[in-house]
């Protein structure tokens, strides 16, 4: 006898489950679609809780926002800022870089100011707690012309000066009367260079200036050397003087447009050493007009000595 069961029907009992649960399926669907239409018309959302909100407008405007062409638009334009500025920005800072620093080198030029050397008779040196007034006393009562500069801490009494060695030694003896250890001193004015660009053309109408003046000195210097044992004709010389002022004016108008950083204390000292050269031409026209010659000579060797002071500033600064 077979024991063996057979379920008839079972596949047909199957296909009835199945018919069955897709009924369901569409049933929970049409029930669904009724309720989020009932619930998009009620007044709960339009009226009482969110006012002029919509549900299908602000889903459609957060998925408007989202493409694929916005994603990498960002991105692309980030590429293309930074080819700009890496690949073609720096390039032109590069070139512009190159073609300044060539135009500014081969644009730089040099304006020199001649050294020169000028020889006095030094008759002191006072260092610190000695007698300076004493040693003036002497040169005034003698009428020797003199001046005084300070050398690394040391106050120089220096008498007569010449841009010419033996024209000072010709005054050695009569001074070695008075200062028997007097001796010939060299105050050396040492070339001064300036560099420069056409922007500041002006230094080289500074330094054109400051030749001026110590050509100016020279021809000074010779007037009174000409002029020994003679009658002295004051009208050459306030015309020396009077170029002086005029050099001295120009200088100051030139100095004034300096506006550069790096030579303020050129400009600064040479404004003050310009202001007494100014004050000491003033001086020695009168000085000379009251026949106190001397004191004549002795501004002349102030001004060459605050020269050199000028000089050894800027070189310090």
Known sequence: MNKRRRYKGFNKRSKTIHIRVLTLIFCLSL???????????SKLFKESI?????????????????SISNIFKFDEDKENEKFVYEDISDELDKIKEDGSSTSESSDIKVATIEGVTVYTIQVASIGEGQDLDTVEEKLK?????????????????????????????????????????????ELKLPVLSLEYTSKY?????ISSGLNSLIENYKEESVFWEKNINKEIDLTEYNNILTKRLDIVEK????????????????????????????????????NANEDNYYLSKSLLLTSIQGYYSFINLIKIS
């Open 31 to 41: 029930i669904g679609v009724y309720g989020y239409t009932q619930l998009k018309d």
């Open 50 to 66: 969110f006012p002029n909100f919509s549900f299908t407008e602000a889903i459609s405007s957060k998925f408007k926002n989202i």
């Open 141 to 185: 009562s003698n009428k020797i012309p003199y001046s005084v500069v300070e050398v690394d801490g040391i106050k120089k009494v220096q008498s007569y000066s010449s841009f010419d060695e033996d024209t000072t030694r010709s005054n050695l003896d009569s001074v070695r009367k008075i200062f028997d250890d007097a001796f010939i001193s």
């Open 201 to 205: 053309s002006y230094i080289e109408d």
């Open 251 to 286: 200088l100051q108008e030139n100095t004034e447009k300096i506006d550069y950083d790096e030579m303020n204390s050129f400009k600064e000292n040479l404004i003050k050493y310009t202001k007494s050269v100014n004050s000491n031409t003033k001086q020695a026209s009168k």
